[in-house]
């Protein structure tokens, strides 16, 4: 079974599937770790990584490469962010293809004109309906995988309205879009609405301090999203700490108590430690032969 045909498993179940976000391979084992069925690719986490804020910045070789570290390290189904396909249906029917190649279990692509800004930001423009829906046939064209699941983000609510983001998440869907991602919807009204509204399967963005309310994720299943992505939650948590952390060394001139006591050893072993020492010795003697033969 490939990860795609385990995600669309995962989203065929009744509730609610939540991917928090990862922006790095640490992060991903952590969320595994933790029992979540999925992993989210964040890709403000990814620009963060390489010292960007999420303006676009980032290429489409670099989020594929990242996406493939991330679906290497972990045994879940990864969402990757694919932010605009990266230009026309040319760019995504390739951008498609890569994804598909770096083992990732979906991507979403949005509507946003290029250089993208972040969903929860001011300023976004978007393209015309119809250049986004071509995009959208263009990925699910571009697919090798039937499973691979192309979700389609429309970011139009900020621009031109909760109406034309529904219409445009029923016509991606209409293309061949398996999943609508409605970003930013703005009171818990339009956040009931959307699944409401829409003829498929659809995902929220659970952003702290976004343009969306907060609201329990029990809420949000009860509503009817089958997919709840959490991108920000590790990334801005490691800032904080790291802030205080350093503050405090800074400032202490000793060590920090952590926030959680952990030795070496353990913190090796979270990343695989044991299953690495047991090949230290598993190939230094040779198989015994049948004395027969």
């Known amino acids: ?18 991917a928090p976000g990862a922006y790095d391979c640490i992060t991903a084992k952590l969320i595994e770790q933790a029992g979540f069925a999925a992993v989210y690719m964040t890709g403000a986490g990814t620009a963060a990584t390489l010292g960007y804020p999420d303006f676009g910045l980032v290429t489409m070789s670099e989020m594929v490469g990242n996406a493939a570290r991330i679906a290497a390290a972990v ?73 691979f699941v192309i979700i389609a983000r429309t970011d139009s609510r900020a621009v031109a309205g909760l109406d034309e983001a529904l219409a445009r998440a029923n016509a991606a869907l209409a293309a061949g879009a398996d999943m609508a991602f409605v970003e930013a919807p703005q009171t818990l009204d339009e956040v009931t609405a959307v699944p409401r509204l829409v003829n498929g399967p659809c995902l929220l963005n659970v952003v702290r301090g976004g343009k969306t309310p907060d609201l329990d994720l029990r809420e949000a299943e009860a509503m009817g999203y089958k997919l709840a992505i959490v991108p ?38 979270r990343f695989g430690a044991d299953e690495w020492d047991a090949l230290r010795t598993r190939f230094r003697a040779a198989p015994r032969r049948d004395a027969a033969e």
């Open 75 to 147: 045994e879940l189904p990864v969402i990757a962010d694919a932010d605009t396909g990266y230009g026309n249906e040319l760019n995504v029917f390739r951008t498609v293809r890569e994804f598909e190649r770096s083992g990732v279990a979906g991507i979403h692509i949005e509507d946003q004109e290029f250089p993208k800004r972040c969903g929860h930001l001011e300023g976004k423009q978007i393209i015309p309906r119809e250049d986004y829906i071509a995009k959208i046939r263009a990925a699910a064209a571009a697919r090798r995988d039937e499973d």
């Open 232 to 269: 920000g939650l590790l990334i801005k948590s490691v800032v904080g700490i790291c802030d205080g952390m350093l503050a405090e060394l800074k400032t202490s001139y000793r060590h920090p108590l952590p926030v959680k006591e952990i030795t070496v050893p353990e913190l090796f072993r």
């Open 1 to 18: 079974m490939t990860q795609a045909s385990r995600l669309r498993a995962l989203l065929h179940r009744d509730g609610m599937v939540v």
